[in-house]
């Protein structure tokens, strides 16, 4: 009798939580405007830095090492070429460094928000579908054209949508 029951609790406790619902993945707000301030400055000969401070986050009390989301950038020239990118790291960035042609002072970057693989709201991934739902927290907003002889050094605040 006594083994009958225990074998009845081991059966009972495997099946328990596969009847347990599937826990939803917690909502993330993208804002549909995102004011970011942004400076281009010389590295090393005929390199550049593009660095941006953002507030994504900041609304829900998050900081740019445990935001659940983050910025990722892409530097392009005028035909659309990738001249330099940043698309995430285990220790979330500010900037990226890219490569210009000679003599060429326009380019584009785009900004899309991302879902930050390694952030603390992603770690429970066994409880909801994490890499569809990360996959799904994105926006991609409109590339700022930029002429680096205009604006080298200094610091821009653009409001991106």
Same mark, same amino acid.
């Given at each position: 009798?006594?083994?009958?029951?225990? #074998?009845?609790?081991?059966?009972?406790?495997?099946?328990?939580?596969?009847?347990?619902?599937?826990?939803?993945?917690?909502?993330?707000? $993208?804002?549909?405007? &995102?004011?970011?301030?942004?400076?281009?400055?010389?590295?090393?000969?005929?390199?550049?830095?593009?660095?941006?401070?953002?507030? #994504?986050?900041?609304?829900?009390?998050?900081? &740019?090492?445990?935001?659940?989301?983050?910025?990722?950038?892409?530097?392009?020239?005028?035909?659309?070429?990738?001249?330099? &990118?940043?698309?995430?790291?285990?220790?979330?960035?500010?900037?990226? =460094?890219?490569?210009?042609?000679?003599?060429?002072?326009? $380019?584009?970057?785009?900004?899309?928000?991302?879902?930050? =693989?390694?952030?603390?709201?992603?770690?429970?991934?066994?409880?909801?579908?994490?890499?569809?739902?990360?996959?799904?927290?994105?926006?991609?907003?409109?590339? &700022?054209?930029?002429?680096?002889?205009?604006?080298?050094?200094?610091?821009?605040?653009?409001?991106?949508?």
């Amino acid at each position: 009798m006594h083994a009958r029951f225990m #074998l009845w609790m081991i059966s009972v406790s495997l099946w328990l939580p596969a009847c347990a619902p599937v826990k939803e993945a917690p909502a993330l707000s $993208i804002p549909d405007r &995102l004011p970011l301030t942004y400076q281009v400055y010389p590295e090393t000969k005929g390199s550049f830095a593009f660095s941006w401070k953002d507030t #994504l986050g900041e609304g829900s009390g998050y900081h &740019l090492h445990d935001r659940p989301m983050e910025l990722w950038c892409l530097v392009m020239d005028r035909q659309g070429d990738t001249l330099g &990118l940043y698309k995430g790291l285990s220790t979330p960035m500010r900037f990226t =460094y890219f490569y210009p042609r000679p003599g060429d002072s326009l $380019i584009q970057v785009q900004f899309e928000v991302m879902g930050n =693989y390694w952030s603390e709201f992603w770690q429970d991934s066994t409880q909801f579908p994490i890499w569809k739902h990360i996959a799904d927290t994105r926006k991609k907003y409109k590339p &700022l054209q930029i002429d680096m002889r205009e604006v080298l050094y200094q610091e821009v605040e653009v409001v991106l949508e």
